[in-house]
């Protein structure tokens, strides 16, 4: 069991981090590469200001060391928390220098450990680095093997700055990306009194999972931000406004719509998201981010239609399920039908399946956008006996015999077999965002 821990990076992460584990009643040695900051911190003096830090070192400091030496610090511990930064590149992109140094440290120091060593990094990290730049270099540099002789996770921090010491006591959740059963352990032993779920994942899902909450934060500031500027202009108070949309946590703040796979229709968000669009037009200012979320979902349909190009055998598909959503006839901006308009378009012959939709209702609704004859509406079953079959979610109460798909070209856009892994794991299955 891990009683000794490295922190490698005395940052706002590190730092805060080192003084949290010491409290949680673990002997931690702090390393830096600066050694000014750690001259510094052996004088007990702190580099940052973070609100509570000062006497929290204080009170744990026979627990807390701290050393410019990485051989040291891992020498010392059964484990290191890796919190160096991520800054970005002049292009925008991550520069990973410090990230790969120190797992080029760790891997000289793990050549000449005698026992199994955990290597865990909190440092935000793009999807794939785990794989494919920091487990390869601990193994060359130490010449040994993960899962072997040592472990290792990507387990994100999500503390903020002004409120980290809480923060790192209390997270919204605790993700720990890795594929060793014996790192996540030692981890959930460390996490164990912390009261939040907990969360074992492979590397890349938990690498992005870090992209996508700053992301989403960036885009709910966004969001709150131009709904606020437009609400302004006819004369309602932004802050009420978005104090009762967070009051619904329902709908709005909730899972709901938050689940990658087709693009949205219906006769409610794409007529609403266009009244406002219209309205804000003529006011004469620029919301880019509103603006953006009709072209971003119908680039969505375009993808459909490039996964469809890309692997269907012969211009033939069959589109299961035609209305808007699931338990309905309504066809009003489907994005099913967009499909269809982008494959015939391309030269596609399409077929459709729904129970609850036939041609007449598409006509009535799309006028000539569609060509759509009555008998392009075939039975379940010989839409099923088809080779390229699409999948929009719209209908689900599909036939139980897997074998029925084996063979069938299954592009899933909606995830109606996302919870069945005989179909899943077919090599013809085909689907947008897993
Ligand atoms: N600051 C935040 O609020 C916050 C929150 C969550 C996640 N993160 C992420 O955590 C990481 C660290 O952030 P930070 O704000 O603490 O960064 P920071 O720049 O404050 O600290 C990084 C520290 O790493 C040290 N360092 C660099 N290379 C080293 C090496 N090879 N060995 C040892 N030390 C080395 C630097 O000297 C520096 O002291 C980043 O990836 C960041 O995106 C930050």
């Given at each position: 069991m891990v009683k000794n821990i490295a922190v490698i990076g005395l940052g706002y992460v590190g730092l805060v981090g080192s003084a949290c584990l010491a409290k949680m009643g673990y002997n931690v040695i702090g390393m830096d590469i600066d050694s000014s900051k750690v001259d510094m911190l052996k004088k007990g003096k702190l580099p940052i200001y973070e609100e509570g830090l000062d006497e929290l070192f204080q009170e744990v400091k026979s627990k807390l060391e701290f050393t410019t030496s990485i051989d040291e610090a891992v020498k010392k511990s059964d484990l290191c928390f890796v919190c160096v930064g991520t800054p970005s590149k002049k292009d925008g992109?991550?520069?990973?220098?410090?990230?790969?140094?120190?797992?080029?440290?760790?891997?000289?120091s793990l050549k000449s450990l005698d026992k199994y060593y955990y290597v865990v990094y909190r440092s935000t990290i793009p999807p794939t680095t785990s794989q494919e730049l920091i487990i390869p270099t601990l193994e060359k540099y130490s010449n040994k093997k993960y899962q072997k002789d040592f472990g290792y996770a990507f387990n994100?921090?999500?503390?903020?700055?002004g409120s980290a010491i809480y923060d790192f006591f209390n997270p919204p959740k605790t993700v720990i990306g890795t594929t060793d059963e014996k790192t996540a352990q030692e981890l959930l032993e460390i996490y164990k009194s912390m009261p939040n779920e907990?969360?074992?994942?492979?590397?890349?899902?938990?690498?992005?999972v870090k992209y996508v909450d700053n992301i989403w934060h960036?885009?709910?500031?966004?969001?709150?931000?131009?709904?606020?500027?437009?609400?302004?202009?006819?004369?309602?108070?932004?802050?009420?406004?978005?104090?009762?949309?967070?009051?619904?946590?329902?709908?709005?703040?909730s899972?709901?719509?938050?689940?990658?796979?087709?693009?949205?229709?219906?006769?409610?968000?794409?007529?609403?998201?266009?009244?406002?669009?219209?309205?804000?037009?003529?006011?004469?200012?620029?919301?880019?981010?509103?603006?953006?979320?009709?072209?971003?979902?119908?680039?969505?349909?375009?993808?459909?239609?490039?996964?469809?190009?890309?692997?269907?055998?012969?211009?033939?598909?069959?589109?299961?399920?035609?209305?808007?959503?699931?338990?309905?006839?309504?066809?009003r901006e489907s994005p099913a039908i967009y499909l269809a308009k982008e494959l015939l378009d391309s030269g596609f012959k399409v077929y459709y399946f729904d129970p609850l939709v036939n041609a007449e209702k598409v006509r009535k609704t799309f006028g000539d956008f569609i060509d759509i004859k009555d008998e392009d509406f075939i039975s379940l079953e010989n839409a099923i006996n088809k080779k390229n079959l699409v999948f929009t979610g719209s209908f689900t109460n599909l036939p139980k015999d897997t074998s029925l798909y084996k063979n069938k070209n299954i592009f899933d856009l909606n995830g109606v077999f996302y919870d069945i892994p005989e179909i899943?794991?077919?090599?013809?299955?085909?689907?947008l965002c897993w």
């Amino acid at each position: 069991m891990v009683k000794n821990i490295a922190v490698i990076g005395l940052g706002y992460v590190g730092l805060v981090g080192s003084a949290c584990l010491a409290k949680m009643g673990y002997n931690v040695i702090g390393m830096d590469i600066d050694s000014s900051k750690v001259d510094m911190l052996k004088k007990g003096k702190l580099p940052i200001y973070e609100e509570g830090l000062d006497e929290l070192f204080q009170e744990v400091k026979s627990k807390l060391e701290f050393t410019t030496s990485i051989d040291e610090a891992v020498k010392k511990s059964d484990l290191c928390f890796v919190c160096v930064g991520t800054p970005s590149k002049k292009d925008g992109s991550v520069d990973l220098t410090y990230v790969e140094q120190a797992a080029k440290e760790i891997g000289e120091s793990l050549k000449s450990l005698d026992k199994y060593y955990y290597v865990v990094y909190r440092s935000t990290i793009p999807p794939t680095t785990s794989q494919e730049l920091i487990i390869p270099t601990l193994e060359k540099y130490s010449n040994k093997k993960y899962q072997k002789d040592f472990g290792y996770a990507f387990n994100p921090e999500f503390l903020r700055e002004g409120s980290a010491i809480y923060d790192f006591f209390n997270p919204p959740k605790t993700v720990i990306g890795t594929t060793d059963e014996k790192t996540a352990q030692e981890l959930l032993e460390i996490y164990k009194s912390m009261p939040n779920e907990k969360i074992v994942i492979p590397f890349v899902e938990a690498e992005m999972v870090k992209y996508v909450d700053n992301i989403w934060h960036a885009i709910k500031v966004d969001f709150a931000n131009e709904i606020g500027y437009a609400a302004k202009q006819f004369g309602a108070d932004g802050r009420l406004v978005m104090d009762v949309f967070c009051k619904d946590r329902k709908l709005n703040i909730s899972p709901t719509y938050l689940k990658p796979g087709f693009a949205f229709g219906g006769s409610c968000l794409p007529k609403d998201v266009k009244g406002l669009l219209s309205l804000i037009k003529k006011k004469n200012i620029e919301e880019p981010l509103l603006e953006s979320v009709l072209p971003s979902n119908y680039s969505h349909i375009k993808k459909a239609k490039h996964l469809i190009e890309e692997h269907a055998e012969g211009k033939e598909v069959v589109i299961l399920g035609v209305a808007f959503k699931p338990g309905t006839d309504d066809v009003r901006e489907s994005p099913a039908i967009y499909l269809a308009k982008e494959l015939l378009d391309s030269g596609f012959k399409v077929y459709y399946f729904d129970p609850l939709v036939n041609a007449e209702k598409v006509r009535k609704t799309f006028g000539d956008f569609i060509d759509i004859k009555d008998e392009d509406f075939i039975s379940l079953e010989n839409a099923i006996n088809k080779k390229n079959l699409v999948f929009t979610g719209s209908f689900t109460n599909l036939p139980k015999d897997t074998s029925l798909y084996k063979n069938k070209n299954i592009f899933d856009l909606n995830g109606v077999f996302y919870d069945i892994p005989e179909i899943r794991s077919l090599e013809t299955y085909y689907a947008l965002c897993w």
